[in-house]
């Protein structure tokens, strides 16, 4: 199956610090989707990216899907202690996940 | 809150115990599926099922055994399981095996084998 990596695994900011992470693909995905968990919880879904080099948003997070659709990021800009959990990517190819980052949040 | 009920939340058991985790959709969802989630490794899907039948099995040990009798329902047989089986099992369920539909998680079953 395909290959989807994700970095950085772990990531620690401080309150109001922005945040991104990366999801790079082996191959060509036909859509990605990420997903937060939060510690002690499960996996819950953000949002999903279906055209090349699209960008969507949702308050302070910002999706973007590389033109090549190979690659994905999600970007936090000004981080709070509610942002903390782990962020997955996942290829809806074949659902499977990209190890995650996890974000950890200093107030 | 949740579309998706996995029972028991937390199961301990030993290596030569049966036992079986089961998961309800109440989504109307025609696929499901069984993901594992340890310290160690990301998020790996275990069984697909779609329309009931099983789509996708990736390698999994045989003593992991699954069940779909309907596209509400579906269970994990565990049989002689070892201690590295250890983990967190979550289920999930999606309108559709592919394409554009999220999948929605249960809370996942805290597995602890001694």
């Known amino acids: 199956g395909q290959q989807v990596m994700q970095i950085p695994q772990y990531q620690h900011v401080q309150e109001g610090e922005d945040f991104t992470t990366y999801c790079n693909s082996s191959?060509?995905?036909?859509?990605i989707q990420w997903y937060k968990q939060r510690p002690g919880g499960h996996p819950v879904f953000l949002i999903q990216l279906v055209k090349s080099g699209e960008v969507k948003k949702q308050k302070r997070l910002t999706f973007q899907f590389g033109e090549a659709k190979k690659n994905s990021s999600l970007h936090i800009t000004a981080t709070q202690t509610t942002d903390v959990g782990t962020y997955f990517c996942?290829?809806?190819?074949?659902?499977?996940f990209g190890a995650g980052t996890r974000l950890t949040v200093k107030p | 809150e949740t579309g998706v009920t996995q029972t028991p939340r937390h199961l301990v058991m030993g290596m030569t115990n049966k036992k079986s985790l089961k998961c309800e959709q109440h989504?109307?969802?025609?696929?499901m599926y069984w993901y594992k989630q340890s310290a160690k490794k990301p998020l790996e899907l275990m069984f697909v099922?779609?329309?009931?039948?099983?789509?996708e099995n990736n390698s999994v040990p045989s003593r992991f055994s699954p069940e779909c009798p309907n596209s509400s329902h579906l269970f994990l047989h565990l049989h002689t399981l070892q201690p590295e089986d250890s983990a967190l099992y979550l289920c999930?369920?999606?309108?559709?095996?592919?394409?554009?539909?999220?999948?929605?998680f249960g809370n996942g079953t805290r597995l602890t084998v001694t």
């Open positions: 996942a290829g809806r190819n074949d659902m499977r």
């Open positions: 989504l109307g969802h025609n696929a």
């Open positions: 999930a369920s999606s309108q559709g095996r592919a394409g554009n539909s999220p999948l929605h």
């Open positions: 099922y779609s329309l009931e039948e099983r789509v």
């Open positions: 191959t060509t995905l036909s859509n």
